[in-house]
């Protein structure tokens, strides 16, 4: 098994080997290329976010500056928002559903490194994937560890540490993130806190 084969395997490998740096420097230039892109320049928006990711479907829009690894170890569902300043380490599988948002400033962080100095220094580090289901929102400056889950429905508030899974349908803040509480059907008629909708088309 080679060191990518070890890394997409959530093994301890190290990062320079077996081709791994020139995969790196190849994203980089493709993401070197996104970043750069005119507000205006829509089509060559598309056409570079989709050369960069390994698998996106309809109507994907990442806010510039976006930054990856490898690009091709993400794959996004439909309907997928990142504002500003999104960070993906994808040294492990990161899988986003449909209609996911992320707030400015988002990091999914599959990549770690072992907690002894020594075995740290020794070179090895691990990359375990996220998964993220369908309509999740995830607040600004959150940050979600390796090996995490996010369940469907899910909304993260801003400023979140998440290092455990998160299940279906609820509301999670915090640092560590923790569940505060169930969205339910009375949840639907408010569109912040106490404020109500003034539209019927909700």
Known sequence: MNQK??????????AWMDGLAEEQL????RIYEYNLCRPDELEKIDKCIRNILGKAGTNVNILAPFHCDYGRHIEVGNNFVANYNCVIL???K??????????PNVSLLTAGHPVHP????????YGIGITIGDNVWIGGHTVV?????????????????VTKDITDNVVAVGNPCR??????????DYYYKNKKFDVSDY
């Not at 084969?5 to 490998?13: A, N, Q």
């Not at 190849?26 to 230039?29: I, V």
Request: no cysteine; proline share 3%.
């Open 5 to 14: 084969e070890r890394m997409l395997s959530g093994l301890p490998y190290k």
């Open 26 to 29: 190849e994203n980089k230039k």
């Open 90 to 92: 994808d040294v492990g």
């Open 94 to 103: 990161v899988i986003i559903g449909d209609n996911v948002m992320f707030g």
């Open 118 to 125: 020594d075995s740290r220094n020794s070179g090895y580090e």
């Open 145 to 161: 560890n390796p090996g995490v889950s996010i369940g469907n429905n899910a909304v993260i508030g801003s400023g979140s540490v």
């Open 179 to 188: 569940v505060l509480r169930s969205i339910t059907e009375a949840d639907r």
